[in-house]
């Protein structure tokens, strides 16, 4: 997989940094642990220029990034109402919980977003709920700039500095892939038992 990230770098450039990072975000065929990277590595060849590898890397998960955001918006938290009052068991969330996030997104939504940025396998989701409890574009934006532009120039870096030896940013970052994937796991079965649990209380 990474050396067709490496053809089509090679043949496009930055707009080839660029289109990958669009389609991470989109929908993650291939993870920006290995995109940045292998871009990185090209930098440090002299093959194309350290920041403007940053920069495209950056504007194309914003691109991303807005898409979902807009997207989630369009849809509006309201119109899962339903749904939520049928399937909140398993959604493990209730109305009234929609409502406290919406009032805590208000207050606490750019550094909900912006530190989302920076955590792997959560990073690309984090414009769903941002779009759907309708933070402001513009706080959305900021903090999804400033996230973005942190990964994707510490993953270019780690290509820069690591060069061939590149499949070890994917070592070092996996396990906390891995980690927060099963933190995400125990939450939510932790929430699934409790919802129960609270429901059956109330009755």
């Known amino acids: ?25 989109i929908f993650p065929p291939i993870p920006s642990e290995v995109i940045m990277p292998v871009a990185g590595v090209a930098a440090a060849q002299g093959k194309l220029g350290f920041i403007p590898v940053v920069l495209s890397g950056t504007a194309g998960a ?3 990034n807005t898409v ?15 749904v939520i009052n049928r399937y909140g068991r398993w959604l493990t969330i209730s109305w009234p919980e929609v409502e406290r996030a919406q009032r805590w997104f208000a207050l606490h939504g750019m550094a909900f977003v912006l530190l989302g940025r920076l955590v792997p396998t959560v990073r690309s989701l984090v414009s769903v709920p ?17 996230g973005t532009a942190i990964w994707t120039a510490f993953l270019a870096g780690a290509g820069y500095k690591l060069q061939e030896n590149v499949a ?22 932790w ?10 209380s109330e009755e």
């Open 1 to 25: 997989m990474s050396d067709w990230v490496v053809r089509l770098i090679e043949q496009s450039g930055y707009l080839g940094v660029g289109f990958l990072m669009f389609l991470e975000t």
């Open 168 to 189: 070890e940013v994917g070592k070092m970052i996996g396990p906390a892939s891995n980690g927060v994937l099963i933190a995400l796991l125990a939450i939510y079965f």
């Open 130 to 146: 941002a779009g759907l409890l309708k933070l402001r574009f513009r706080t959305f934006f900021i903090a999804s700039l400033i």
């Open 62 to 64: 914003m691109l991303g």
């Open 68 to 82: 979902w955001y807009l997207a989630a918006r369009a849809l509006g938290v309201d119109r899962l109402r339903p």
């Open 191 to 200: 929430r699934l038992w409790t919802h129960r649990h609270q429901k059956h």
